[in-house]
């Protein structure tokens, strides 16, 4: 019975988003509210799509870090190094390895995490990188 309700609620986001109802993650990722108060901190995940550990990145960490309450305070956005000039980003160093996860405050980098880590180790690490820099 469970089962049968969650597919329903499934099938009801899956054709809302294909109809054009909800917006995709591009399209979400796009609208980042700013914080009204303090420092603004963001998490950019630079990535490139030939990159698999990008891929898994995407599949086993980014989602749940979308619904744990450190996205409140730091939104997550996926950044194409394909696509855009990094020189105008506000990096502290040149990216050697994708993905890398940076935590950017008030347009300017402050902490980075290099490669794919397993997703409790990266939650832990997000937790300090954020509270030392609220």
Do not use: W
């Amino acid at each position: 019975m469970r089962f049968l309700s969650f597919l329903r609620v499934f099938a009801f986001f899956a054709l809302a988003v294909l109809a054009g109802y909800l917006p995709s993650q591009a399209a979400r990722d796009a609208m980042i509210p700013v914080a009204p108060n303090g420092p603004r901190l963001e998490l950019l995940v630079f990535e490139t799509e030939a990159c698999s550990y990008c891929e898994i990145f995407r599949r086993d960490v980014a989602p749940g870090y979308r619904l744990a309450p450190l996205a409140a305070m730091a939104p997550l956005r996926f950044v194409d190094v394909a696509k855009v000039d990094l020189d105008h980003i506000g990096l502290a160093a040149r990216l050697d390895v994708l993905p890398t996860t940076v935590l950017m405050r008030d347009g300017r980098e402050v902490e980075r995490i290099t490669g794919l880590t397993a997703a409790e180790t990266y939650y832990v690490l997000l937790r300090h990188m954020i509270a030392k820099n609220e």
